[in-house]
């Protein structure tokens, strides 16, 4: 078990319904709420545990859409009320990550705040653990600090962040700049980026001082960071919250973190980076959940769902089951199941990203009740 | 409309489960009860309305497991009682058919009968309805008679009949005396078969005189005969009929009526055959229902079941759908898809014979309770 950090503060932005996830996730039931990994946690959970022994449980903030409040509240009984963060809609994560930064630079006004996605997987967590404590030393100095995963495979499902050179920060041995962020690459380009070894798939986790954060969103963002600071004024005030919430909210920019801060950051030579070398996956797809759970299974066929009672012959993918019907598969490969009261998915591994598309196609034939 | 045959009587033999169709067939709900071909009507329900025009609904008897007593009379409002004919348990086609005859000759001792299963499917009753009348007068002249199918492609999924001479007989200008019986063929006969044209597909329909069907039995199954007539004497009598079914029903040899009865005959030049000009199947499993469904439909995928909300992508195949899920299926190919409140079935066209394996192995594994 890690020590504490005592000026960390974690902040987990869950967000975003995985729609290529669906029907699995679906509105009223995210992503970050199931249980990918069948270890008997959803994935906030999972996150919560990972983060607690760092930042202890009283200083882990989650920023989610009211209507998730109380799904989020039994999943993590130890969070305060006021480290609940409630988006009345959704505008993207540098509005989620802005506002908590905000918030905290209040109450805190050298804390150190990292924030990780509610809907990845990682295993090993003490790797991840020690690739935050380096990061904490290196925002400590001034930089905005991101951990990339060190690739296990050349993958064209992430973007890449380029290393540059060695930061010589205490507390930090593996500590880099970064010279450029990547879009998700090619083949070949992702091959090339796999045997050089300084490309690092960027996960999104992001680790700073709460006011250089905000500092990087006001002069890239000033309107953005305008209401960020007008909301965090009234926010610990009861009173005062909810109608500053209804007002200044719905006008947030939507962008990405990544845009509004780490990209520019990184220009500027202020993004550095800390190698993550565990196993990491952000469970994009279907195919991505296959292959996080086929690891040793009997002819590579992955089974989520506790009920499941599943019948396969020569058949290989992954079936995930919320009911429970007995389901049989034969002789179908590299397969997609997904077994629900009121949905049935039926794919394959290679077109798990076109997911997306039939969400799109019910959304527009009225079928939202299904979403 | 045809005009009613005076001395004909047909016999629906509605037994077998349809193993290879699960789990849309089921032991409470076989392959006869349901709607295959999206008529509005079961197969039962088809299979009566072909024979009706020559029959009439006074002459038409089904054989039946006692425990479809009740789906099959309110499939066919219009059977008289004493033309149901319930078994106690299945003992294979020359029992079924056999006890019909037996009984039938005693009310009627010249009655041609002609057997039909209740779980085909043909289309343009009329080709049918002639190849019938022309059967029934080769009938009338000593023999028995079958009605093969002029194949429409070389198939090897039935078994086939090599016709041999005319047969000059008025009313029935296509008969043809057989030559022989062969079983199913490897792909490479079966083309020379098709190219041959004498090789019809056994569908197992046979016309004859009661009588002479029974001669028949007796000659080669003299016990199974013997207590065919046992049963046949007790029949009409409603004390006796129970104790006399109790007692000599399960002992009945099994035994399929192509072997008690048609390859006997053929050998001994007493069996011909009507080229039947229709489309017909047995709809023997998934890859023959899908074919039988897919004809003009986008994407070639089937859909079978009338509260279906189906969304594909390039996916081709059959779905059939007992519930009111939502059903999507993207980038697959003849896949087959059987969505049902208790169980579900996801198979490909290339599979769809392995299905009798896996009721099999829910039976061995103590889930009858889906069979």
């Not at 970050?32 to 200083?59: I, K, Q, V, Y």
């Not at 040793?296 to 499941?308: H, P």
Request: glycine fraction near 8%; aromatic fraction near 6%.
């Amino acid at each position: 078990m890690s020590q504490v950090i005592s000026d960390f503060y974690a902040v987990i932005p869950a967000g975003g319904i995985g729609s290529r996830l669906w029907p699995l996730s679906r509105a009223d039931a995210p992503k970050f709420l199931h249980d990918l990994t069948g270890s008997g946690h959803s994935l906030l959970r999972d996150t919560w545990d990972r983060l607690e022994p760092l930042a202890g449980s009283e200083r882990i903030a989650v920023v989610t859409g009211r209507a998730h409040r109380a799904a989020v509240e039994a999943q993590l009984p130890g969070v305060p009320d006021r480290n609940v963060f409630l988006e009345s809609e959704p505008r993207d994560s540098t509005a989620a990550i802005g506002l908590a930064a905000a918030v905290l630079v209040r109450r805190e006004p050298e804390v150190i705040i990292g924030s990780f996605a509610a809907d990845h997987v990682i295993r090993v967590p003490h790797l991840f653990q020690w690739a935050v404590q380096q990061a904490v030393a290196v925002a400590r100095q001034g930089y905005i600090c991101t951990i990339g995963i060190q690739p296990s495979e050349p993958s064209i499902g992430f973007g890449y962040i380029k290393k540059a050179d060695e930061l010589l920060v205490d507390g930090a041995p593996e500590a880099a700049t970064v010279e450029r962020f990547v879009e998700k690459p090619d083949l070949e380009t992702a091959r090339t980026y796999f045997a050089d070894r300084s490309y690092l798939w960027n996960a999104g986790m992001f680790i700073s001082r709460a006011d250089v954060l905000l500092a990087e969103i006001e002069a890239n963002n000033p309107e953005l960071h305008a209401g960020l600071m007008e909301l965090a004024e009234a926010w610990d005030d009861r009173d005062r919250r909810g109608p500053v919430v209804d007002r200044v909210w719905p006008g947030l920019t939507k962008i990405a973190i990544d845009y509004s801060v780490a990209e520019p950051a990184a220009e500027k030579g202020k993004l550095a980076v800390i190698p993550g070398h565990f196993d990491w996956d952000d469970v994009g797809d279907f195919a991505s959940l296959a292959k996080l759970n086929s690891h040793g299974r009997k002819n590579d066929l992955a089974i989520l769902g506790g009920n499941a009672r599943i019948l396969s012959d020569a058949s290989s993918g992954i079936v995930v089951s919320q009911t429970s019907r007995v389901i049989s598969l034969i002789g179908v490969q590299d397969i997609v199941v997904v077994d629900t009261p009121d949905a049935l998915l039926v794919t394959t591994s290679e077109h798990a990203q076109r997911v997306k598309g039939v969400v799109d196609a019910l959304k527009l034939g009225g079928r939202g009740d299904v979403l």
